[in-house]
């Protein structure tokens, strides 16, 4: 009779930082190990098996730098090819971290300024700046390496009787909206014709 048992739940669930998982077998058939292809990039094992037949192995596994959780069956395989067990692999993944202290609308004054907004994040993204608008709103991208960040943006002096406004999308390298930041200035006070 065909011995295969392992000492798992046939199910592992695996940190984001990865490392190694041993996985004990006491068998007495010849097997391989099946790792699906699309795993491959980050699941890996080092054959250790044994003379005695109580063996581990142990799996390699890379760290998940995405945001998606990853899985693999993976499957132990007879000579025959027959499927002797099957055990899953499941890797956690970032959480995506995207905080600004953006609080609803900014309201600048018609000269014009400096707006601030910190920025926390372990996203790539970029700043969505409006085309019609891109003529008295600007970004100095002052972003740093440790991921806190401040974006300073440059409203020009208003010299139209109107207020004016504009939202600005702060977009991840999926094209995802992580946030909308609005603008509103205040209509330059023109001298009144009729005075004097």
């Not at 899985?71 to 000579?79: H, K, P, S, T």
């Not at 600007?138 to 991921?147: N, P």
Request: net charge negative; aromatic share 8%; charged share 25%.
């Amino acid at each position: 009779n065909a011995i295969f048992v392992t000492d798992s739940n046939d199910a592992y669930i695996i940190e984001v930082a990865g490392g190694e998982l041993v996985v004990t077998i006491t068998t007495n058939v010849d097997y391989s190990i099946v790792i699906p292809e699309e795993a491959k990039s980050w699941l890996s094992v080092a054959d250790t098996r044994a003379e005695a037949r109580m063996e581990k192995q142990t799996f390699i596994i890379a760290e998940n730098d995405t945001f998606e959780t990853r899985l693999a069956n993976v499957e132990f395989v007879d000579d025959d090819g027959k499927v002797l067990k099957t055990i899953l692999f499941s890797q956690k993944c970032d959480d995506k971290v995207f905080t600004t202290d953006a609080e609803g609308n900014y309201i600048v004054i018609a000269e014009g300024g400096e707006v601030n907004v910190a920025v926390t994040t372990n996203l790539e993204y970029s700043v969505a700046i409006p085309e019609e608008v891109q003529k008295w709103l600007s970004v100095a991208d002052t972003r740093a390496e440790i991921r806190e960040e401040t974006l300073t943006f440059i409203v020009a002096e208003n010299k139209e009787p109107e207020e004016r406004s504009a939202s600005v999308e702060l977009v991840d390298n999926t094209g995802e909206v992580l946030q909308t930041i609005s603008f509103i200035q205040s209509a330059a006070v023109l001298p009144d014709p009729s005075y004097p």
